[in-house]
């Protein structure tokens, strides 16, 4: 799943999931519309944003964790600025990896694969 409130933004990350053929990804504006659908159709692995209003992408990763069910999915968070502080809570979070933006189609296909494996 593609977590964004940036149109651009979720076109970028959805373009380099077509490139590497990832099918079946479904995609959200923002974190509390991304938590109802997890809910109630899990997935895999979470690519998300960290800035949007309302639930940003660190606390779609927190309510994630707290969810029974979908507590254990991958979860990429999404940055344009990796701010020391926003890296050690999402580690603390269990964030499994993040790329920051701008971003190439071959550097989030490494941030994925050291997630999930090849691809």
Not at 83 to 88: F, G, L, Q
Not at 90 to 104: E, H, V, Y
């Amino acid at each position: 799943m593609v977590v964004d409130d940036t149109a651009v933004s979720r076109g970028l990350i959805t373009q380099a999931l077509d490139w590497m053929q990832i099918e079946g990804y479904r995609t959200c504006a923002d974190g509390d519309e991304a938590l109802r659908s997890l809910v109630q159709k899990p997935v895999h692995l979470v690519i998300s944003d960290y800035h949007m209003p309302g639930l940003d992408g660190l606390g779609l990763l927190e309510a994630i964790r707290r969810t029974r069910g979908i507590e254990r999915m991958g979860f990429v968070l999404v940055t344009g600025r990796a701010d020391a502080t926003v890296v050690a809570k999402g580690r603390a979070l269990g964030m499994n990896n993040m790329i920051t933006k701008p971003f190439t189609r071959e550097g989030m296909r490494d941030c994925i694969e050291r997630v999930v494996g090849p691809i």
